[in-house]
């Protein structure tokens, strides 16, 4: 059981019916003394497991990770602000106001750096139109209406080894978890703990049906009718989405959840939550933000990625509206961002594009994300459309392969799943790696040859430490194989055209592991290679 942390950098936000007039702020601190935590002594504000994870990465703990001073969270609160979240990595505070007069006086203090509008957070009326599009109907194999959406990445392959997502916890950050605790189709015990980071406490009874969805498709075990992509996992259920209206705080409550999870030390952390236009639309983002560093709460899901984080998000499903492009955070480099394809395996029309602003691969990945299966908070299935689906599939597969490969990195493990995708060699910023096959990326963790033939025209043997590529012969109709050296991030570093009984020497490969991928018109192979 993971150990309960109670952290004052995560300050709740009272109720809705509290903001409908106040003023929101973003508060930019100017430095970030030790004052009750120290980098000393992380058992005090970071779990084991979270503690153990920056230790297996080599990754340091240092003053980023300190919760934001008590004493300056207080003197905020005196000066009339409702503290809302607050962001250690990025050393913030969002506030709201009542009084807009309050905030020169917060301006002047000296350690406060600058200040930002937020815009008015007004509460929802009856009749405002829900965000999330969904389509629901009605559909002999173990995993039931969940069969292609796992089949499609070899996850059924996967499970069989033996790797369910046990033993991983799984962070989820979303709009809303109605009736999670009571699901007849949800085993409650999978269900290790939950925070609100916009009311003080979850509720189950009355709150948004998106999160139980997404949850749906990681967690239900129920053989023949429907089982998840990581039906073994622990999992944790942290709210950060107003799901009536859209405003910027909301990407500062998800950075709270987000350095939340890391603090509890999840292993895959998954949110099917992406922003890009507000109902205010002075505070909309534009395409030229989409570089991975500009936007809030892409900034904070950067620092995740440097923090060892396993981040899976959404590409959104902007494809077909006039934004077009992939949503925030999904243009960070090292999140793992996932689009949508439908049952014939073409992109979903509403799937967010890339590339991004500076010109990089996004989405990454692609999975079932048109006519997902998903079950209800009622516990029947429920086929619904949106990359909120495929983004979840592709995590729950992800903390599977996270438990077979527990000495990889968490970005040795995004490198791995898009090697193994069906575009690998040929990505675009419409499928962007392509579809992942999570047994053949598992295969190629371990060191096993996955080929679509059991003899294999090519082996790796040392010659003095030094790595030599030998092709023994080539297939039947075939002239020449090309070989990609790539980087277990999944960065190309060589390129060969080799031919029958040649042999290439690698001698400018530095010392560490790599992925040899081999292709030719009839086949692909791929295999481990260690420069000693």
């Not at 019916?17 to 000393?40: G, L, T």
């Not at 084991?48 to 003197?75: F, G, M, W, Y």
């Not at 999670?180 to 709150?207: E, S, V």
Request: aromatic content about 8%.
């Amino acid at each position: 059981m993971i150990r309960p942390i109670l952290l004052l950098s995560f300050f709740i936000a009272f109720t809705a019916n509290n903001i409908a007039q106040e003023q929101q702020y973003r508060i930019w601190f100017n430095d970030k003394p030790e004052s009750v935590h120290s980098v000393d002594e992380p058992e005090k504000f970071l779990s084991e497991q979270a503690i153990a994870h920056r230790e297996k990465q080599n990754i340091p703990i240092d003053s980023t990770d300190l919760p934001i001073d008590p004493v300056r969270l207080k003197k905020l609160s005196e000066l009339g602000a409702r503290i809302l979240a607050t962001s250690k990595w990025l050393n913030t505070a969002t506030i709201a106001l009542t009084d807009t007069t309050d905030l020169s006086a917060i301006a002047s203090l000296s350690f406060v750096k600058k200040h930002e509008s937020l815009g008015i957070a007004v509460q929802p009326v009856s009749n405002l139109k829900k965000r999330q599009k969904q389509i629901e109907s009605e559909s002999e194999n173990p995993y039931g209406d969940a069969t292609l959406q796992i089949d499609v990445h070899n996850g059924d392959e996967l499970h069989r080894a033996g790797f369910t997502g046990k033993g991983m916890t799984i962070a989820v950050i979303d709009g809303g978890f109605f009736n999670a605790d009571r699901n007849p189709k949800f085993d409650p015990n999978k269900i290790i703990g939950n925070q609100d980071f916009i009311d003080k406490k979850m509720d189950f009874t009355h709150g948004d049906t998106h999160g139980s969805s997404v949850l749906s498709t990681m967690l239900v075990k129920d053989s023949s009718v429907f089982i998840g992509t990581a039906p073994d996992a622990a999992y944790w259920l942290l709210r950060s989405e107003d799901t009536d209206t859209e405003y910027p705080a909301e990407e500062d409550y998800w950075v709270a959840a987000l350095e939340y999870a890391d603090s509890i030390g999840a292993d895959v952390i998954t949110s099917s939550l992406g922003y890009s236009e507000f109902d205010d639309s002075r505070f909309n983002h534009t395409w030229d933000q989409l570089d991975g560093k500009s936007a809030f709460i892409s900034q904070a899901a950067a620092m995740g990625v440097q923090k060892g984080l396993l981040i899976v998000v959404s590409a959104g499903n902007e494809g077909g509206n006039t934004w077009g492009k992939t949503t925030f955070p999904g243009d960070v480099d090292g999140v793992l961002t996932v689009g949508a394809v439908s049952p014939n395996l073409k992109p979903a029309y509403f799937s967010g594009r890339g590339f991004t602003a500076d010109g990089r691969i996004k989405p990454d990945i692609m999975g079932i994300g048109a006519t997902a299966a998903t079950i209800t908070p009622e516990g029947n299935t429920a086929w619904k459309d949106g990359t909120s689906f495929s983004a979840p599939i592709i995590a729950g597969l992800t903390a599977c392969l996270r438990q077979a490969l527990p000495d990889l990195s968490a970005q040795e493990i995004v490198g791995l799943i898009k090697n193994n995708s069906s575009q690998s060699l040929t990505p675009d910023s419409v499928m962007g790696y392509g579809i992942p096959d999570f047994y053949a990326a598992y295969r190629q963790g371990t060191g096993i040859e996955p080929s679509l033939k059991e003899d294999i025209p090519l082996q790796i043997i040392d010659r003095e430490g030094i790595p030599v590529i030998k092709i023994k012969r080539l297939p039947i109709g075939e002239t020449s194989i090309t070989l990609h050296i790539y980087t277990l991030e999944g960065v190309i570093i060589q390129e060969y055209n080799v031919s029958e009984n040649s042999e290439t020497p690698l001698y400018t490969l530095k010392k560490g592991i790599y992925i040899l991928a081999a292709r030719c018109q009839s086949n692909y192979w791929t295999q481990k290679i260690q420069r000693l």
